[in-house]
């Protein structure tokens, strides 16, 4: 597109899950592809930002035009987002996971037959979203977070929205059967300050063509027809 209505802002975008390690061999991880984020930074690289993409283990390419940090858990890619900033526009598409595992070790945890097997003990990890929506010098002015909930999709997303402090909430229905985990469609409500939109099925990468062009309107440029 010769569209560029987003020259000279910097989008933010999270991506894919993250690991976080029990031994050399071993992660708690969770189903995230990276889809979704990766179109995302894409579309907003195609109206012109400058696009940084900090993902979590993945096996996409990077985007064209996209900067690509690579990280694995979510301690590094909260500090990979913090070297990010500041940034005009972020994105938080990731599924960072909710706990890391305190007692892991550098060798291989042998198993056997007599022994108990191990325990892992798990604190929460920092919320990235939260803390980019936090008010400060540099907090982006437009923080778009993603809400992937099985039950009560609108209700919860208005209260994620509040709770986490970000601008927009895109909110999608993972239960099982709408294949949103891993598929390339998704069907998404739009929480904003002005109420809920919602939005029809659609492919991933239309998704995130469309959330670009509403970011683009939200920073001024005007609607296309
Ligand atoms: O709290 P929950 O995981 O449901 O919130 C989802 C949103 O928060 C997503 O935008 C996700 O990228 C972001 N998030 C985050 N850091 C976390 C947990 C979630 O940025 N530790």
């Known amino acids: 597109t010769l569209w560029k209505p987003l020259l000279g802002r910097h989008a933010l975008v999270t991506a894919g899950p993250t690991h976080e390690p029990i031994d050399p061999v071993r992660y708690l991880g969770n189903r995230s592809s990276g889809l979704q984020g990766y179109a995302i930074a894409e579309a907003l690289a195609a109206l012109?930002?400058?696009?940084?993409?900090?993902?979590?283990?993945?096996?996409?390419?990077?985007?064209?035009?996209?900067?690509?940090?690579?990280?694995?858990?979510?301690?590094?890619m909260e500090q990979a987002v913090r070297d990010a900033l500041p940034a005009d526009i972020a994105v938080c598409a990731a599924a960072v996971a909710d706990w890391?595992?305190?007692?892991?070790v550098t060798s291989k945890i042998k198993k056997s037959a007599d022994a108990m097997p191990p325990s892992l003990h798990l604190v929460p990890?920092?919320?990235?979203?939260?803390?980019?929506s936090a008010p400060g010098p540099h907090r982006?002015?437009?923080?778009?977070?993603?809400?992937?909930?099985?039950?009560?999709?609108?209700?919860?997303?208005?209260?994620?929205?509040?709770r986490k402090g970000c601008?927009?909430?895109?909110?999608?229905?993972?239960?099982?059967?709408?294949?949103?985990?891993g598929?390339?469609?998704?069907?998404?409500?739009?929480?904003?300050?002005?109420?809920?939109?919602?939005?029809?099925?659609m492919t991933k990468t239309d998704l995130a063509l469309r959330l670009a062009r509403r970011i683009?309107?939200?920073?001024?440029?005007p609607a296309l027809s």
């Open 100 to 104: 890391r595992v305190t007692n892991a």
């Open 48 to 76: 012109g930002a400058r696009v940084t993409l900090v993902s979590g283990p993945t096996n996409l390419l990077a985007p064209a035009g996209v900067t690509l940090r690579r990280v694995e858990t979510a301690l590094e």
């Open 183 to 201: 598929g390339t469609e998704n069907t998404v409500l739009l929480i904003t300050s002005d109420g809920v939109e919602h939005w029809p099925r």
């Open 125 to 132: 990890n920092p919320d990235i979203l939260a803390a980019l």
């Open 216 to 221: 683009a309107r939200r920073f001024g440029a």
């Open 167 to 181: 601008d927009w909430i895109v909110a999608n229905d993972v239960s099982v059967g709408t294949n949103v985990m």
């Open 140 to 162: 982006p002015s437009l923080v778009v977070g993603f809400a992937a909930e099985t039950d009560d999709v609108e209700a919860n997303a208005i209260a994620k929205r509040k």
